[in-house]
């Protein structure tokens, strides 16, 4: 008899990328084993901002966004839980007229994929936003964004995910991975593992496991910092953003503030939050929302990304490998995605293809000869 453990699907990285595509194939009958090193969600997935936003995407982007963006409304169906998610709107701000500008071509592009984003500025816009600086000269308002709670979230995905019928592994990293020219073989931990297909979701480390099929890509670690203040009498209407990026922010119903922007230091496995750069966005923060001049921070801490030169993920077929499947390299906004990546995956395995346009993700736009730094496990 085989020592050898058999799924039909193996997904290395639990995080909500790799969840929702095991949730996905789940849900459609296919045999599909999750496999996550450390917890499920407790990397990026669960310790990002929880922007839930279509606002500011690139046209790439914007039909998987579209698609993601409607799983959003189906949480308490598909895991159970609403994850905190609020329909607040997305405002994003203008400091100056050059982004006004910018915010209108943003909105008449975005207009023809179905995402409205209205622009205002002057007195109009004053007048319906008074708890702002007076940094902010304007900004434009995508009313079905939002935002959530990534703690939630993530780790909802693969709970449901086992529910529905996933092998869901933690603390077991996947190793000594190869394709034997009929099926992937792998170690989980001490055990033999082989798969139909595999699917790589795992996150900044994904590296590691592309370089096991010969196609690493430039992708680097990166550490977003973030903050809550104590809670806070509710001012903030929407999920913030500011045009050019460098700060953003959302209340939550208890009136805690999460401020992101900047980035943290890391060591490609751990991340911390910087002091410099707390300074720095705190005094942005306060200049656009007077409110928190004399908040107090709580708490603050960041997290490791995998960030790509174009920003944009690889998602799609591997050019050296049978149905490998790569799903990584986020760049910073994956949280809203990674519910459409899970369904745009179970359909590339299940199907063949994907109603998604997804051509802009191939792994292939980067140089296939090189081979670009694997961050270690460690
Ligand atoms: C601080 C911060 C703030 C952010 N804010 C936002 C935001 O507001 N909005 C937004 O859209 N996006 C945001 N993002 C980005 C978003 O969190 C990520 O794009 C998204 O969570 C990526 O999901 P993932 O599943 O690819 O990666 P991860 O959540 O990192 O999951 C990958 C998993 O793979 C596991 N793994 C690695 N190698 C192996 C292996 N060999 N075997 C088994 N498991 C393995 C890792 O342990 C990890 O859990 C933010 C990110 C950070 C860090």
Same mark, same amino acid.
């Given at each position: 008899?085989?020592? #050898?453990?058999?799924?039909?699907?193996?997904? $290395?990285?639990?995080?909500?990328?790799?969840?929702?595509?095991?949730?996905?194939?789940?849900?459609?009958?296919?045999?599909?084993?999750?496999?996550?090193?450390?917890f499920c969600g407790a990397q990026a997935s669960g310790v990002n901002y929880g922007g839930v936003r279509t606002h500011g995407r690139s046209a790439e982007q914007l039909p998987l966004a579209v698609r993601a963006r409607r799983?959003?409304?189906?949480?308490?169906?598909?895991?159970?839980?609403?994850?905190?998610?609020?329909?607040?709107?997305h405002l994003r701000l203008a400091r100056l007229d050059s982004d006004l500008e910018a915010l209108h071509a943003w909105s008449d592009m975005a207009r023809e994929f179905g995402v409205d984003s209205l622009v205002m500025s002057g007195d109009a816009f004053r007048r319906r936003y008074p708890w702002l600086g007076k940094a902010a000269i304007g900004g434009a308002l995508?009313?079905?964004?939002?935002?959530?709670?990534?703690?939630?979230?993530?780790?909802?995905?693969?709970? $449901?995910?086992?529910?529905?019928?996933?092998?869901?592994?933690?603390? %077991?990293?996947?190793?000594?991975?190869?394709?034997? =020219?009929?099926?992937?073989?792998?170690?989980?931990?001490? &055990?033999?593992?082989?798969?139909?297909?595999?699917?790589?979701?795992?996150?900044?480390?994904?590296?590691?496991?592309?370089?096991?099929?010969?196609?690493?890509?430039?992708?680097?670690?990166?550490?977003?910092?973030?903050?809550?203040?104590?809670?806070?009498?509710?001012?903030?209407?929407?999920?913030?953003?500011?045009?050019?990026?460098?700060?953003?922010?959302?209340?939550? &119903?208890?009136?805690?503030?999460?401020? =992101?922007? =900047?980035?943290?230091?890391?060591?490609?496995?751990?991340?911390?939050?910087?002091?410099?750069?707390?300074?720095?966005?705190?005094?942005?923060?306060?200049?656009?929302?007077?409110?928190?001049?004399?908040?107090?921070?709580?708490? +603050?801490?960041?997290?490791?990304?995998? &960030?790509?030169?174009?920003?944009?993920?690889?998602?799609?077929?591997?050019? +050296? #490998?049978?149905?490998?499947?790569?799903?990584?390299?986020?760049?910073?906004?994956?949280?809203?995605?990674?519910?459409?990546?899970?369904?745009?995956?179970? &359909?590339?395995?299940?199907?063949?293809? %994907?109603?998604?346009?997804?051509?802009?993700?191939?792994? =292939?736009?980067?140089?296939?000869?090189?081979?670009?730094?694997?961050?270690?496990?460690?």
């Amino acid at each position: 008899m085989s020592d #050898t453990r058999h799924f039909q699907v193996v997904i $290395a990285g639990g995080g909500l990328v790799g969840a929702s595509a095991a949730l996905a194939l789940a849900r459609k009958g296919v045999s599909v084993g999750l496999f996550e090193r450390r917890f499920c969600g407790a990397q990026a997935s669960g310790v990002n901002y929880g922007g839930v936003r279509t606002h500011g995407r690139s046209a790439e982007q914007l039909p998987l966004a579209v698609r993601a963006r409607r799983v959003w409304n189906r949480l308490p169906e598909l895991i159970g839980i609403d994850g905190e998610f609020v329909v607040s709107g997305h405002l994003r701000l203008a400091r100056l007229d050059s982004d006004l500008e910018a915010l209108h071509a943003w909105s008449d592009m975005a207009r023809e994929f179905g995402v409205d984003s209205l622009v205002m500025s002057g007195d109009a816009f004053r007048r319906r936003y008074p708890w702002l600086g007076k940094a902010a000269i304007g900004g434009a308002l995508c009313a079905s964004d939002g935002h959530a709670n990534p703690r939630l979230v993530s780790p909802g995905f693969a709970a $449901a995910a086992r529910r529905a019928g996933a092998h869901v592994q933690e603390q %077991t990293a996947l190793s000594d991975l190869s394709f034997d =020219g009929r099926r992937f073989q792998m170690r989980a931990g001490n &055990e033999r593992i082989s798969a139909d297909w595999l699917i790589n979701a795992s996150g900044a480390w994904a590296n590691t496991v592309a370089g096991a099929f010969g196609e690493t890509v430039p992708m680097k670690p990166i550490y977003p910092n973030m903050w809550v203040t104590e809670p806070l009498p509710r001012f903030i209407e929407h999920n913030l953003g500011v045009y050019g990026g460098g700060v953003y922010a959302r209340q939550v &119903e208890r009136g805690n503030c999460v401020i =992101g922007g =900047g980035r943290g230091h890391g060591d490609g496995e751990y991340a911390q939050p910087s002091t410099a750069t707390t300074r720095a966005v705190m005094r942005d923060a306060c200049a656009l929302l007077p409110a928190l001049r004399d908040a107090l921070l709580i708490r +603050t801490w960041s997290g490791v990304e995998g &960030e790509t030169p174009d920003n944009n993920p690889i998602i799609g077929l591997s050019n +050296t #490998t049978p149905r490998l499947l790569h799903a990584f390299g986020f760049s910073g906004g994956g949280f809203l995605l990674a519910p459409g990546v899970g369904e745009v995956l179970a &359909e590339l395995v299940t199907v063949g293809e %994907t109603s998604t346009p997804i051509e802009a993700f191939a792994i =292939g736009r980067f140089t296939q000869s090189s081979v670009h730094a694997a961050l270690p496990i460690k």
